[in-house]
Each structure stands twice: as structure tokens, then as C-alpha cells.
């Protein structure tokens, strides 16, 4: 047993060529982002304004996902929620085309 070769397959590390950490963290922060814009604006029509505080949110609400700390946890997301409680949510559908170019022919 002593005289045998072992085999150990090592792990260089746990990301592919070309990710890093830097790369995971963008990639969450888009998916929380796309998924924070179906929700609150699911028919588009929202503002830069408010799609930099999505993209503030959402980058929020990842650093709290990804907290060890409560105490920072708790701060991040109730930044979040102060940013989201800032958008404006639109009541109804947006209007179809037909219907603006009615609007306009008035």
C-alpha cells in the first residue's frame, strides 16, 4: 500500500478562467436587477433616474445576501428599501400604439 502511487486530484480554485469574485458579484447584481425590473416596472416606461436606483437596490440587495455580519446585513437591505420605496410604480398598462395615435389625432 505504501509503495503504490496515489492519484489526488486537486482543485485549482473555484472559478473558470477568466472569472473572479468581481465577475460573480456583477453577474448577481444583474440578475437581482432584472428581476427587481419585472417586478416594479414589468411594462417598462421607467425613468434613468429610477433604473439607477434599481441598480443601487439590487447591488443592496446582494451585499446582504452575501453578509456574514447581521449588523451590515440589516443596513443593506433597509438601504434597498429606501431606494425602492422612491420609485414611482406605474397603476396600469402603458398605452398601446393605436391608442396614442388616437391621442395625438385629437
Not at 406605474?90 to 393605436?98: H, V
Request: charged share 30%; with cysteine; glycine share 8%.
Amino acid at each position: 500500500m505504501q509503495g503504490e502511487l496515489q492519484v489526488v486530484s486537486r482543485d485549482r480554485g473555484r472559478f473558470k478562467p477568466g472569472m473572479n469574485s468581481r465577475k460573480l458579484r456583477q453577474m448577481k447584481v444583474a440578475a437581482k436587477l432584472a428581476e427587481l425590473v419585472a417586478e416594479y416596472f414589468p411594462n417598462g416606461g421607467y425613468s434613468v433616474m429610477d433604473g439607477n436606483r434599481l441598480r443601487l437596490a439590487a447591488a443592496h440587495y446582494v451585499d446582504a445576501d452575501l453578509c456574514r455580519d447581521p449588523v451590515v446585513r440589516q443596513r443593506a437591505t433597509r438601504c434597498a428599501e429606501f431606494l425602492v420605496s422612491k420609485l414611482r410604480r406605474q397603476e396600469g398598462p402603458s398605452p398601446t400604439l393605436e391608442q396614442m395615435l388616437a391621442g395625438l389625432g385629437k
